[in-house]
Every structure is written in C-alpha cells, then in structure tokens.
C-alpha cells in the first residue's frame, strides 16, 4: 500500500480529517501521529516518556505540535560559554533520542503497510523540519544539520503530501495559538515542498470538516486506483 500525509499549521484539522479517515475510507487505513507532541502521539518510546516526565516535573514547558520557532532557535549563539557546552550536550542527547523516535515510528508505519493497510499520517517529520533543519538559515546548529542530512537523505517521504491549507485569521480563530504572522509563515514553508514530492496536493481546508474530509478521501483514492486498486 502507500503512505499519506496530513500537514498544515495547528488549526487546520490535520487529527481531525485524519481520524475520520481512518474510519471512513473504503479500503484498509491507519493513522498514525508523526509529530513531536507526546500527549498526541499513541506510540512513544520509553525514553521519551522518561524525557517528558523528567520536564513536567522540571516545570518546562511541554513540546508542540511541531519545531520551534525559528527565532528560538538562535538564541543560543550568544549564552556563556559553559552553558553552551551544556546546551550542546543536551542537544546530542535529545537529537539521538528524537532520531531514535522517528525511526521508531516509521517502523511502526512499515508494519501497517505490510498488513495491507495505508497509513495516514497526522503530520510528518519531513514537512514539519523542512524550513528549519533542511533548508534553513546558515546559523543552524550542528545537531539541526545532522538531523535535516537525515530527514533529507535517509528517512522515507510519505507517498502523498496533503496540504491542509487556510488563511491564517481563520487558523489563529480556531485554536487561539501562536500568532497570525507565525501561522502565515507556516503556511509559506509547506508551500515550499511542492517541488520535492512528486504527489503534493493542497486542500481548501477553511470549508466544513465533512467537505474537507470527503475531498481527501476522494484524492486518496484516486492515487490508490491509480497504483493499481480497484476502484471504489
């Protein structure tokens, strides 16, 4: 079978029409949560658990939907040299751990697809590092670089891209995060994939959920007959 990604920025339905997919389309379906979120996710690690726990309890506060702020990233460049040692070794700790997480989702991911099954991603670590570790500025870490070559060169792309898109005043109305400027700036760093996936479609998502879930599964199941399917 295939693999289906869902992104856009927080707001646009990504859970939502993903969720409904799975119990909805006419042929086997999985969904799976490929963000960075842990209270999202239904398959974690144990040391990502352990991480969480250790930063609840610390009072940090807990990982979004997806990467940081680009303007968060940079910061670091100017902290005191001991506390950017000890950011470095924080960074390769949790870089091992993130790359083991993901490797460990797709694994997950390539045991739907041999039952048989498309897998629905609700977001993807591809799309979702694209503008930050992949493409990103030339101030990007060490640790960003490393795991952009990764995503870049290793990991597998989803077979479709499905770009959940929305003005961002609408996406800021529906969940109150973030910003509008920031919600725009993330919809221009999807938008930069286009070219890289052969199979990139960009969906009205500021409609109804119903219409918007009806015409996902339509697409999906015209990429499914055809790769061969039966049509439905």
Not at 77 to 99: D, F, G, T, W
């Amino acid at each position: 079978m295939f693999t289906v990604a869902l992104i856009g920025p927080d707001g646009s339905g990504k859970t939502t029409v993903g969720r409904r997919l799975r119990e909805q389309l006419p042929i086997p379906a999985q969904y799976l949560y490929m963000g960075v979120n842990p209270q999202a996710s239904t398959h974690l690690l144990p040391t990502t658990r352990l991480a969480q726990k250790l930063r609840r309890a610390l009072g940090r506060q807990r990982d979004a939907g997806g990467p940081r702020e680009k303007s968060r990233a940079v910061e670091n460049a100017h902290k005191p040299l001991p506390r950017r040692i000890l950011k470095s070794v924080k960074s390769s700790l949790s870089l091992s751990n993130r790359l083991a997480e993901e490797w460990y989702r797709q694994m997950v991911a390539w045991h739907h697809l041999r039952r048989r099954h498309v897998v629905i991603f609700d977001r993807h670590f591809f799309p979702d590092y694209y503008a930050y570790d992949i493409a990103g500025e030339a101030t990007r870490s060490l640790t960003q670089r490393i795991h952009g070559f990764v995503l870049n060169h290793l990991y597998p792309r989803p077979d479709v891209i499905i770009f959940l898109d929305a003005p961002a005043e609408v996406l800021f109305a529906r969940k109150g995060e973030g910003t509008v400027e920031l919600l725009e700036q993330r919809r221009g760093d999807y938008l930069q994939m286009q070219d890289l996936v052969k199979h990139f479609e960009v969906v009205d998502a500021s409609r109804d959920v119903d219409a918007v879930v009806q015409d996902v599964s339509q697409r999906i199941l015209r990429f499914y007959e055809a790769q061969g399917g039966p049509p439905r």
